[in-house]
């Protein structure tokens, strides 16, 4: 017999029977409700709170809500369901609509008037509707901005968005926006369930800005003895034994509702009786109590009435807060039997009032009751829940559709659900309309028409979004199905565009590509794009000559597009082929993106323009315009929320960030971009060619290796020909510092036979110094000069950059090795000053150290130690220390009296501007936020107004407005 050892029991008007079945206190969390409440006393703070479903996540804050310390704040709460609307922002919607009349009572811009569609019952209380924008991203920033403002702007807020696991990305994207930049009265508390947080609602609060006050707070489980403090409290007791508490505390795992629940059943059962002033369990060893609440919750409903059971019933297959009306039709009784059941089902605390809305007091509860149900009555209340739900205004699309589909009415929900999926398309809520559609497309009972004309849909959806694997075998299928040619044709274009997303065959996408434009004579705005997909394609896996011929006359078919924004989006695509082919025509393309963008692009598709000739200018050394065009498309991709194009780019510019010298830059957020990179290899390629570059100036060559050679197998198999020279020059310099000359040969050569029949001469221009090197290691100087003099006449009409600094570059190598120092010394020097013209100050260090080795074996020791030391300084400020190391000992060895490297990592500008300070102090001057200027450059936005702090100071000024002046 276990003892439960105690005072006497203060009944409080209730029977054994019937005792309640929560602590009328807090146990356990009491440092964590402390620091909640320090925390939100003083907005802006943002605050999350995590713990796995039933840890106790919702009750804490409903003592931080009765705290006196925070009794001046409002409390606004919203909440994230497993089974979603359509609606995107539903969680930030339902708490602002909170705010009710207090919104009359105070001064609100018109942009306030941007949340009158989603909020019209509070239409008398926001100034008109704006006029409606043409582009949705831009329509939802709008929004984002608008809800910002309203939030902000009624006194002490606290914004409190609960079950995040479950939230849309719209929320999301909303939350990060706002914890960006929190209005000054304005305080946030997040919840998610830890086991089922995605890594992007983790990383939401992970780049505040330093006025915000952040805690991060994680329920653990209870131990033995807070578990034991909990039962007390449950049970009216000082105490419980030691070995009860033990018993709870393993067969509830420490959660506070699982711990919460077994004792009610005990109660229920009579397994707890009074016994001396205390409680004894009997029988315990022949209660079957398994870990998770299933079989405690089922208990307590067999206890309640029939009419109890049927409410409960009703609401676990709802499984939501539903109005009362909805509950009492979804349920299999009268309705005046049904709101009896319904009050008996609150009064056991198994269900709970949310307003006027009624739903499980835990989620968890809902679901064991609902699984325990069998088919025929389940799939019965799930159709009566469709109608219920279908009498409401407006209708919750995504719920209906959910219940008519376990209904088994299939038709119907194939209808309804198409209707949610056009609704959060509409509402820029792709991932929402990619769930509803697939779902439709692989399981409903569909004819073949039907079936492809929803799977255009689904697949025009599926572009926007990261990963499109999930959705490429389906339409696949769908394809194979043969409909009419202009269906087919689109399914076509569309496959192939989620291939293209997923990094698949590039020839099976050129196919599906060329096959499509064949099919879509009366869509010009797809044939067009096809077309310049065909020639993007040819170029990877055909030659550059063929290639070309498709980008031009992707251009002659843009004559037949009257859709601005198709327009741009394939003159960006046009420009970047020609970019890789060194065709000196990308230059027209952009000036003509830039005059029908007026540099400043207006929406997705123009910004994505930016970003395709942008990320192709750093490969051929147009560093200067890339910068241009990647830090614009940033901003705006930003800007209009769209994450894929985002991260692309920020993963583009990690790279032009390495190739310019910015390395201090590399290192903020690279893990989290990589982390959200992760099932997206296509597009991690460029920031793991710059890390393996990084690696190497490091000396971290087995990991360089490893990046080096992965990136590399990845460009072949997707015939990325612009990111085949980077790796082979990054492994042959390994290969040449561990002494092993055949693997230089291998990875350079292996690179020029692919690019040479490709005839794609410009994107093999970067590999030349490191062929040359390596040709010169085998002895092999005529080869090397053979193959110098042909790229010399190749290179010579194409526009690349790179070409005059790479063929100077080789040139002195081969000089040197045919013992010509001066020669080669001189050729050397041009070769470094035309690459920090680009800028490219690590090349050009390298070509410096060169020639300071070809001077000091002609015996000009001065010259010598000028160029070697003009590099160590380099070496220095980039932080590369295996090269500063090496360029050390050739000076050491030769006798030259040169300084040490005087300090490891970032190196320290003293008074002058770091790189890093100059390009934030320039985007301040051109008057960018510190929000902005983070999201431009991938910081957070501590780090910018750290840095600004540091431009202050050195420049001797007290405002950010002086900025400008002082620069100039």
């Not at 033995?224 to 009860?244: K, W, Y």
């Not at 409401?392 to 009415?409: F, K, N």
């Not at 002659?556 to 060194?582: I, Q, Y």
Request: charged content about 25%.
């Amino acid at each position: 017999m276990i003892r439960l050892t105690g005072n006497s029991v203060a009944q409080r008007g209730t029977t054994a029977g019937q005792r309640r079945i929560s602590s009328p206190r807090l146990i356990g969390r009491i440092r964590e409700l402390d620091l909640l409440v320090s925390t939100l006393a003083k907005p802006p703070a943002a605050v999350v709170l995590e713990g796995e479903a039933g840890a106790g996540k919702t009750r804490l804050i409903a003592e931080v809500r009765a705290r006196p310390e925070l009794a001046a704040l409002r409390f606004v709460l919203g909440s994230s369901r497993r089974i979603r609307e359509p609606f995107p922002l539903g969680p930030v919607i339902d708490a602002v609509r909170g705010l009710g009349t207090e919104l009359a009572e105070v001064r609100l811009s018109p942009l306030a008037g941007a949340l009158r569609p989603l909020l019209p019952e509070l239409a008398e209380a926001l100034p008109p509707a704006p006029e409606p924008l043409d582009d949705p991203a831009a329509e939802r920033h709008r929004v984002f901005r608008a809800l910002a403002e309203v939030l902000g702007s009624v006194g002490p807020v606290v914004l409190v968005l609960e079950d995040l696991h479950w939230a849309d990305e719209q929320t999301l994207d909303f939350a990060s926006y706002l914890l960006g930049d929190l209005p000054a009265q304005l305080s946030v508390l997040l919840t998610f369930r830890s086991e089922e947080a995605a890594p992007g609602v983790r990383a939401l609060t992970a780049r505040l800005p330093a006025s915000t006050r952040h805690a991060p707070v994680v329920l653990a489980p209870l131990d033995a003895g807070q578990t034991g403090a909990l039962a007390a409290a449950i049970l009216g007791l000082a105490r419980v034994s030691e070995e009860f508490a033990d018993y709870l505390c393993k067969r509830a795992s420490g959660l506070p509702f699982a711990i919460e629940e077994l004792l009610a059943l005990l109660q229920a059962n009579g397994q707890l009786v009074r016994r001396n002033g205390g409680w004894a369990r009997r029988e315990l060893d022949e209660l079957n109590v398994p870990p998770g609440v299933r079989d405690q919750v089922l208990e307590r409903v067999a206890h309640l009435s029939d009419e109890a059971r049927a409410v409960v019933e009703a609401v676990a297959v709802l499984h939501t807060s539903v109005p009362m009306s909805v509950v009492v039709a979804t349920c299999r009784i009268p309705a005046a039997r049904a709101l009896s059941g319904l009050e008996e089902a609150l009064e056991s605390g198994l269900l709970a009032e949310h307003g006027e809305l009624v739903g499980f007091r835990h989620v968890l509860a809902a679901q064991a009751v609902e699984e325990a149900l069998p088919g025929p009555r389940r799939q019965q209340l799930h159709g009566r829940a469709a109608a219920a739900l279908g009498g409401l205004d407006p209708v919750p699309l995504g719920q209906r559709a959910h219940h008519l589909r376990h209904a088994r009415l299939l038709d119907q929900w194939v209808r309804a659900a198409e209707q949610a999926a056009d609704q959060a398309a509409a509402l820029r809520h792709e991932a929402e309309a990619v769930r509803l559609l697939e779902d439709v497309v692989r399981h409903g009972p569909l004819s073949t028409q039907e079936r492809a004309r929803l799977a255009v849909k689904l697949g025009w959806a599926a572009l926007e979004m990261v990963r499109t694997h999930e959705v490429v075998d389906l339409l696949w299928e769908v394809l194979n199905e043969n409909g009419a040619p202009a269906v087919q044709g689109e399914l076509r274009f569309l496959l192939a565009s989620a291939l293209n997303v997923a990094g698949e065959d590039p020839s099976v996408q050129r196919t599906l590509f060329a096959t499509a434009i064949e099919q879509l004579p009366d869509r010009p705005d797809l044939r067009v794009r096809a077309t310049v997909a065909v020639g993007l394609l040819t170029t990877s896996i055909g030659t550059v000559t063929r290639g070309r011929d498709w980008l031009y006359r992707a251009l002659e078919l843009l004559a037949e597009v009257r859709d601005p924004m198709v327009d741009v989006f394939v003159l960006g695509k046009v420009g970047m082929g020609l970019v890789t082919l060194g065709d000196p025509r990308w230059r027209q393309v952009l000036d003509r993106i830039d005059a029908a963008t007026g540099s400043s692009p207006q929406s997705l598709a123009e910004v994505n323009a930016y970003f395709s000739i942008g990320t192709q200018c750093c490969y051929f050394g147009h560093h200067e315009v890339g910068q241009r065009l990647l830090t614009t498309a940033l901003a705006g991709a930003v800007g209009y929320g769209s994450r894929r194009l985002e991260l692309l780019t920020r993963s583009a510019l990690v790279l032009l960030h390495y190739l310019r010298g910015t390395w201090d830059a590399l290192t903020d957020g690279i893990d989290a971009l990589l982390d959200a990179l992760s099932d997206y290899p296509l597009g991690r390629i460029e920031a793991e060619l710059a890390l393996g570059g990084l690696a190497i100036g490091h000396g971290h060559l087995d990991d360089a290796q490893h990046r080096l050679a992965s990136a590399r197998q990845l460009a072949e198999d997707l015939g990325l020909v612009e990111s085949l020279a980077f790796p082979a020059s990054g492994l042959a310099r390994i290969a040449l510092a561990r002494g092993d000359v055949d693997a230089a040969l291998i990875a350079t050569q292996r690179c020029l036979t692919v690019l040479t029949g490709k005839e794609a001469w410009a994107a093999a221009a970067p590999v030349l110094p490191a062929a040359t090197e390596a040709l010169v290691a085998a002895g092999r100087l005529t080869d090397a000069d053979v193959l110098l003099i042909d790229y010399e006449h190749r290179l010579s009409e194409l526009d690349v950059s790179i070409a005059p600094a790479v063929l100077r570059h080789a040139r002195g190598l081969l000089e040197a090795a045919a013992g010509d120092a001066l020669r080669a010394a001189r050729h050397l020097v041009e070769a470094a000053r035309h690459y920090e013209r680009l800028p490219y100050p690590y090349q050009a260090a390298q070509a410096r150290e060169q020639a300071a080795l070809a001077l000091l074996g002609a015996g000009d020791h001065e010259a010598g130690a000028a160029e070697l030391s003009a590099a160590l300084d380099t070496y220095q400020r980039l932080g590369a220390t295996w090269d500063h190391a090496r360029a050390i000992g050739a000076a050491r060895q030769r006798g030259l009296s040169l300084p040490g490297r005087r300090r490891t990592g970032r190196p320290s500008y003293g008074n002058e501007l770091s790189p890093r300070e100059r390009e934030v102090a320039e985007l301040a001057a051109a008057g960018r936020t510190n929000k902005e200027i983070a999201g431009e450059l991938f910081l957070s936005v501590y780090t910018v107004e750290q840095h600004i702090t540091s431009v202050l100071r050195k420049l001797h000024i007290r405002s950010r407005a002086a900025i400008a002046s002082r620069l100039s």
